[in-house]
């Protein structure tokens, strides 16, 4: 899930655990209703919140993992004890010590090591410097390769999720606008210049429900727009437009295109 801060991911993922009540519709987790059931969803759950407050601030890290596992029947100790080692992770130090990176390593720790049914991932490498980051991504795309766990990922970092994900929802203002594959979205815009037959030449009425933004670069113009099967840069030809490139977007880019034309100004 991508959106931007207050769209809704943080409220849904609660909604998913039973830990916020939905205010309207139907919702099923695991074949169970979060409404009913939630202790039974949570407890076949990793979950990682957005903030980093383990709360226990008194124990050690060594003590809180211990204290965790008493939850969870189906802990796995020595794969506890891999993931701390692979995250760099202290027993030793005290919870109310710990940096913002260092609580999320425990969170990462805490979540995978029962090896749930459900992961569900709210900005899980937020903090994390750039080589933790790195094994915790690499961490995480072993643990869905071994396990196949079903797992939700919120994240402002889209270029991350390409190695995990295989599909993208663009969320705002509580609803899901777009959800595709990673491929299909990629491919759902373009990005072409060209130059327009003359200085005053307007988009066609027909296309501007496609077009998402146009920028001016000198006597070229720069379109973006959605493009499936090539139809939008044809109809700009047909119209014209000397077309002298056209290109895919990153899957990066695209996801802040299409956020920026549903944001509302």
């Known amino acids: ?31 169970l209703d979060p409404a009913i059931d939630g202790a039974r969803i949570r407890a076949n759950t990793g979950y990682v919140r957005e903030d980093t407050d383990l709360g226990h601030r008194w124990m ?11 939850y969870y029947r189906a802990w ?5 004890a891999l993931i701390a080692a692979r995250l760099n992770i202290d027993p030793k130090r005290r919870v109310g010590q710990l940096s913002k990176g260092q609580a999320r390593r425990v969170q990462l720790l805490l979540a995978l090591a029962h090896r749930p049914a ?40 889209v270029h991350e999720i390409k ?7 663009l969320i705002g203002a ?56 090539g139809r939008g840069v044809e109809r700009l030809k047909q119209c014209g437009v000397s077309v002298t490139d056209v290109r895919t977007l990153s899957l990066e880019q695209t996801v802040l295109v299409l956020l920026r034309a549903e944001t509302p100004r």
């Open 76 to 80: 796995d100790e020595p794969y506890a």
């Open 174 to 229: 509580g609803r899901v606008s777009t959800e595709q594959s990673l491929d299909d979205l990629q491919a759902s815009l373009r990005e072409c210049r060209g130059r327009p037959p003359s200085e005053d030449w307007s988009t066609p009425a027909d296309l501007q429900s496609q077009i998402l933004s146009v920028d001016r670069l000198g006597l070229e113009r720069r379109w973006i727009l959605r493009d499936e099967a």
């Open 60 to 70: 050690t890290v060594g003590r809180l993992i211990d204290h965790h596992r008493t």
């Open 1 to 31: 899930m991508v959106g931007a801060n207050g769209s809704g991911k943080s409220t849904f993922i609660r909604i998913l655990q039973g830990i916020q009540s939905r205010d309207a519709g139907e919702l099923k987790v695991l074949g």
């Open 118 to 157: 459900l992961l569900l991932l709210d900005e899980p490498t937020d903090g994390l410097d750039p080589v933790i980051r790195d094994d915790a991504l690499a961490l995480l795309a072993e643990h869905l390769a071994d396990t196949g766990c079903a797992t939700l990922i919120s994240t402002h970092l």
């Open 163 to 169: 190695g995990l994900a295989d599909r993208v929802a």
